[in-house]
């Protein structure tokens, strides 16, 4: 079996170099941004002189409630276009969101730090779920486990931030400690009773969105950048890499750390952004090949 890796597309439609697979593997940010970027780049330059509040929080706060609300159904629109023209390639569609695809943020609540990480564990992104039911080919496979006929496949969605860092915790007052800290082995125990329910005699993927943290597939290398060097993988993705070891592990985010690093027996990938990028698993030997 052939396995079709696209990548982070960011409302991009794929260029696909083979016809030679039998099914496709989003790690999601299917959605647009090109209209947010602006904005994103003026709350870099808020965070530097103090701002501490989250971009999507940023944007509620400057921008007129209709012109968030027109540019959020371009990005949801940007994601429905990529997913379409995904389903209309007659394969079935493994898909899980990224960041960029959650619901339209004017209805986010992001104050505090707290708030902010508990959103990641919360999990959002009904509006482009609705349009799936349009789409046969294509599965929002958060939470899920595929059992085909010769891999498992594990799907987690919209992991984005490192977690549940040293950093983050310190930040934290004791009640919003304790509270992130349930949330977290919450997840991480039902990550655990679905994944063990794979055909053990078969290897397994792991998909999400997010990088393994403390990696190389996770390190910002840009000196523009304040965060130049900074790691900003997923805490639970570097957990389910050690803790699971699945014989592949799929994650992008970090877009320029693009590549494959070995971390015990998994075999973790980064897949880079643009529509250009194709990867292809060979079942056979569970070799990755970029195209
Ligand atoms: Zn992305």
Same mark, same amino acid.
């Given at each position: ?91 079935? $569609? ?46 929002? @496979? ?25 950093? $983050? ?35 397994? @993927? ?13 390190? @910002? ?26 014989? @592949? ?43």
């Amino acid at each position: 079996m052939k396995i079709l890796i696209v990548a982070d597309l960011h409302g991009q439609i794929p260029q696909i170099k083979t016809k030679d697979f039998d099914i496709i593997l989003s790690p999601g940010d299917v959605c647009e941004d090109k209209y947010h970027r602006k904005y994103i780049s003026q709350w870099f330059e808020e965070i530097k002189k103090g701002y501490k509040k989250s971009a999507f929080k940023y944007m509620i706060e400057t921008l007129p409630k209709e012109e968030l609300a027109q540019i959020e159904q371009k990005r949801l629109l940007g994601g429905k276009k990529v997913l379409e023209w995904l389903n209309k390639q007659g394969k079935r $569609v493994y898909w899980v969101a990224g960041n960029w695809d959650g619901k339209p943020t004017t209805k986010e609540k992001e104050d505090t730090l707290f708030e902010q990480y508990e959103m990641i564990y919360k999990l959002f992104y009904e509006e482009l779920d609705q349009n799936l039911k349009d789409f046969e080919n294509v599965e929002n @496979i958060h939470l899920k486990l595929k059992k085909l006929p010769h891999i498992n496949i594990f799907g987690l969605g919209r992991t984005f931030h490192p977690e549940f860092t040293k950093e $983050v915790q310190a930040a934290l007052n004791e009640k919003e400690r304790k509270k992130l800290t349930q949330m977290d082995a919450k997840l991480k125990q039902k990550i655990k009773k679905i994944y063990e329910k794979r055909d053990k005699t078969k290897p397994t @993927i792991i998909l999400t969105h997010n990088s393994p943290y403390k990696t190389k597939l996770d390190k @910002i290398n840009n000196p523009q950048s304040s965060a130049h060097g900074k790691h900003i993988g997923s805490t639970i993705a570097k957990w389910m890499v050690t803790e699971l070891q699945p014989e @592949i592990f799929i994650g992008s985010h970090v877009h320029e750390a693009k590549g494959i690093e070995k971390i015990g027996k998994t075999t973790c990938l980064n897949t880079g952004f643009g529509k250009d990028i194709n990867y292809i698993i060979d079942t056979k030997n569970m070799t990755i090949k970029e195209l």
